[in-house]
């Protein structure tokens, strides 16, 4: 299954447009965590919050073009000018992120 991390920068925005992007993009199928392994003791799977603006996307069949739209669509519905990245990740690997307090939407 294809995975994506995008990051979307909204221009001359206020917390409050990054909060209506967070439920636009939740509306979409992205989530703002991430499961990583905790290396321990003991071992085990640890959900964390993506750094501000990232998201993660998962889906059978996604492409990358797909996503990027998907997310392009969710932040032009709060502002008209927005900057957008999408790369699809084979494996990924992070520190210093904190960890969740919500269900992740990663697999």
Same mark, same amino acid.
């Given at each position: 299954?294809?995975?994506?991390?995008?990051?979307?920068?909204?221009?001359?925005?206020?917390?409050?447009?990054?909060?209506?992007?967070?439920?636009?993009?939740?509306?979409?199928?992205?989530?703002?965590?991430?499961?990583?392994?905790?290396?321990?003791?003991?071992?085990?799977? @640890?959900?964390?919050?993506?750094?501000?603006?990232?998201?993660?996307?998962?889906? /059978?069949? %996604?492409?990358? !073009? *797909?996503?990027?739209?998907?997310?392009?669509?969710?932040?032009?519905?709060?502002?008209?000018?927005?900057? @957008?990245?999408?790369?699809?990740?084979?494996?990924?690997?992070f520190v210093?992120? /904190?960890? %969740?307090?919500? !269900? *992740?939407?990663?697999?």
């Amino acid at each position: 299954m294809p995975r994506f991390i995008t990051r979307v920068e909204l221009k001359d925005s206020e917390n409050a447009d990054y909060t209506a992007l967070h439920n636009e993009m939740e509306s979409r199928g992205f989530a703002r965590t991430i499961v990583g392994r905790f290396k321990g003791p003991p071992q085990r799977d @640890v959900v964390c919050d993506l750094p501000n603006a990232e998201y993660w996307f998962s889906a /059978d069949d %996604a492409k990358i !073009e *797909a996503v990027r739209d998907l997310a392009k669509d969710a932040a032009i519905a709060i502002k008209k000018k927005a900057r @957008v990245l999408t790369v699809e990740i084979k494996t990924y690997c992070f520190v210093g992120l /904190d960890e %969740a307090t919500e !269900e *992740a939407g990663t697999e």
